[in-house]
Structure formats: structure tokens, C-alpha cells
């Protein structure tokens, strides 16, 4: 006697087929998701882009003593040179950022830095030039006193944030902050020794 089967149902060799090609594909979803999370693990695991300060060269400075007022009038530009290292397997796009020069605790100017990408395992350079706002400065009661004795205390803090694509998937975002201290020699009109500290922020 012939097994009947409705309209509906499979005979057995059909059905088995049909399991089979689905414990197929659901073994190499599985697969594909273990590998994509090791090479997320290992290969093309985030890793911190750093901002490093490569020097800091002064353009101008115009200083002026007005003894009877105790005041002091000034113009100073620097040249800041940046390098921002990428050691991912991916590349790093940055938004528009910016640099600051501080005075004691004080902004008293900023740069701003074009968005841009630095691709895998690449460093770019980038030249910035930070003038001061002199109302800020001259707003410091420290001031005649520095340039009396002659060494202007200075900061430069540079912020890049950006995101690292991993697989095009996975977005991570990154601030790298760089901190310089140094100081302007107002006799010889040079720069002093740099005292640099970094973070990275994920």
C-alpha cells in the first residue's frame, strides 16, 4: 500500500532537505558571526589615534611697556606643527576641531582644525597658528609682571575627536587631547623647553 499525503505535507526525503539546509545556514551565520567578532577582537580591534605636538615655533611677538599705566601692550603668534598617528587597521575621519592657547588658566586665543581622515596606519601632520586675543590677555593683572621679568607662561591644548568605522559596522568614538606647557623668552623673543602630557578618551 502507497503512503498517502496531503497537499500540505512533504514526504520524508523533501523534509529532511529542507532541515538540512537550514542547519546549513543557520551553521554559517553562526560561523561568519564568530569570525567577524575575533577579527573585531583582534585584527581590527579600536585602537586610541594620538595627537603628539612636534614643536612649538614662534612667528611674532610685539611687546610694548607703558610704565606710568603698568600696562603692557602685545602681539604674539605661534606656530604650532601637530602630527596625529593612526595605528588602526581602519581608517580615522575627525570632525572640526580646535587649539587653544591658554595663559595662566586663561583662553587667549584659538585655531580652528579642518575635519579630514587619516587612513590606516598613517600619521598626518598638521601646521596650526594660534594668535592672541589681546583683550583676554591684557585682562591678566600677571601680565606686567611676566614680561618684567621676562618668560611668558603658555599652553597649548589641542582636542581631535573623530570615529574609527570598524567593518563598517561598529563606530567608535575618540577624543585625543594633547597638553603643552612652555614659556616665550620676551628678551631673546625664543621658546623654551615643552612639557607635553596626552590622553586619549574613548
Partial sequence: MKAVYGGD???????????????????????????????CLTVFKAKDPTTTVNSVVLKDLDLALNIPRLSVDVNLTLGVDLSVNNPNKVGFKYKNST???????????????????????????????????????????????DVVAGTLPLNTLTKVS??????????????STSSCDFSVDVGNITVGQQHCTYKIKL
Fill in 9 to 39: 505535507a512533504f514526504p520524508p526525503s523533501r523534509s529532511r532537505t529542507c532541515r538540512n539546509v537550514c542547519l546549513a545556514a543557520t551553521a554559517v551565520v553562526l560561523v561568519a558571526t564568530i569570525v567577524l567578532v575575533i577579527l
Fill in 99 to 145: 587649539a587653544f592657547l591658554n595663559y595662566r588658566g586663561t583662553n587667549v586665543g584659538e585655531a580652528q582644525i579642518g575635519s579630514g581622515k587619516i587612513f590606516a596606519d598613517r600619521t598626518k601632520s598638521m601646521n596650526v597658528t594660534l594668535t592672541i586675543m589681546a583683550d583676554r590677555l591684557l585682562g591678566k593683572s600677571e601680565l606686567f609682571s
Fill in 162 to 175: 573623530g570615529e574609527v568605522s570598524v567593518l563598517g559596522i561598529f563606530k567608535i568614538h575618540v577624543v
